[in-house]
């Protein structure tokens, strides 16, 4: 006889949603999903019919539950059980996200860049030591006797 309901992180994990049924059970603690607009809990149940917002930044998928599965399914059976409502909008989000890369890196976050890196090289071989500033400075007073 099939499930007419199951636990809704069980549930993400057996559609592929997540990777691994622990991560779906974080995803929910974390509020990053919801059905109805209101977050829920690992625990609670869902049935045919049922529209699940998960949130995984950037972009906020939307799915329809269609059925239950008797567990893990692979991932050609996946549109048997699920229906993506999520809108154009959010996959073209995540396109831009995918093409701007790290240039929208803000200065001093993660590690210097290759280009940070030459740029720090060459300020190094272009800089002056202080003995060699007052040699220097000496040498003009010599001059002026």
Known sequence: ???TEERIDKWLWAMR???T???ATDACKK????????????SRTVKPGDIIDVR?????????VTAIPPG?????LVPEYLENLTPKAQYDLLEMSRISGFVDRRKGLGRPTKRDARDMARFKEDS????SFFLDWE???DDED
């Open 21 to 23: 049924r622990t991560i």
């Open 128 to 131: 002056f030591t202080a003995d």
């Open 1 to 3: 006889m099939p499930k």
């Open 31 to 42: 509020g990053r999903v919801s059905m109805g607009g209101s977050l829920v809990k690992p």
């Open 139 to 141: 040498d003009d007073f």
């Open 56 to 64: 995984k930044p950037p972009i906020t998928y939307t799915f329809r």
């Open 17 to 19: 949603v997540f990777k």
């Open 72 to 76: 893990r399914i692979g991932a050609k």
